[in-house]
């Protein structure tokens, strides 16, 4: 067996493997649940967060869930940061995955429309990518293996994924912390439960105000006043 095809076997093999795992885990993943476990290591926890959103993000483990413990763990702040983090580590080991496993073989059997596809995809490069994670039209596991089909280069994906991904990885992460007040009582969980609800209103606007500004004609710049 060639060098080759032993890794892409190898590769489909791992991420079967944590498809597996992911879907027996999949009913009991939540966030108090992840919370509980990630607690526990101490010092260490932050990077143990980080690693299991890396892992449950290549297994197709909704990141949600694990954004909302980010911000019930570490607080808002840092619990966006981890969560990004995390996510994005993720995000870009399926991207390599796929790329490694599988872009050669598209690019030689595509043709016709799914070709005409991956170009324009290619053409947009950065642009389409924060354009799929403002507008969140395709599932984020699924988007993650998908454009490791493609050429787009890995430097503008990964920037590209960490920026965009940021207004919501910081909601939810504000939503985490805002439940966490709320059960202690006070002010402060009043206060937080309001941030969150205005941040989580953010983040529905977004998608509506990205298409607006991409349907607005551009123009030319000899007609301006």
Not at 85 to 111: E, N, Y
Request: hydrophobic share 55%; aromatic share 10%; net charge positive.
């Amino acid at each position: 067996m060639k060098r080759e095809t032993f890794l892409r076997v190898a590769l489909l093999v791992l991420v079967l493997m944590a498809l597996a795992i992911g879907f027996q885990f999949r009913g009991e993943l939540s966030p108090d649940g992840l919370r509980r476990a990630v607690d526990g290591f101490g010092a260490w926890a932050p990077l143990v967060f980080m690693a299991a959103y890396a892992l449950a993000t290549i297994a197709f483990l909704p990141g949600l869930v694990f954004t909302i413990a980010g911000g019930v763990l570490f607080g808002p702040w840092l619990g966006t940061l981890f969560s990004l983090i995390g996510a994005t580590l993720g995000a870009t080991a399926a991207f390599f995955i796929a790329r490694l496993a599988a872009s050669d073989w598209v690019a030689d059997k595509a043709g016709g429309r799914l070709q005409q596809l991956l170009q324009g995809v290619e053409r947009e490069g950065w642009r389409f990518v924060a354009l799929v994670r403002l507008v969140p039209v395709f599932p984020f596991n699924l988007l993650n293996y998908s454009l490791g089909l493609t050429r787009i280069p890995p430097l503008a994906y990964i920037i590209t994924s960490f920026v965009c991904m940021a207004p919501g990885a910081l909601a939810y992460a504000w939503v985490g912390h805002a439940g966490a007040e709320a059960m202690a009582g006070g002010e402060r969980g009043i206060q937080a439960v309001l941030i969150a609800l205005g941040l989580l209103a953010a983040v529905i606007l977004l998608p509506r105000i990205v298409r607006r500004i991409r349907q607005q004609p551009v123009v030319p710049s000899g007609d301006q006043p």
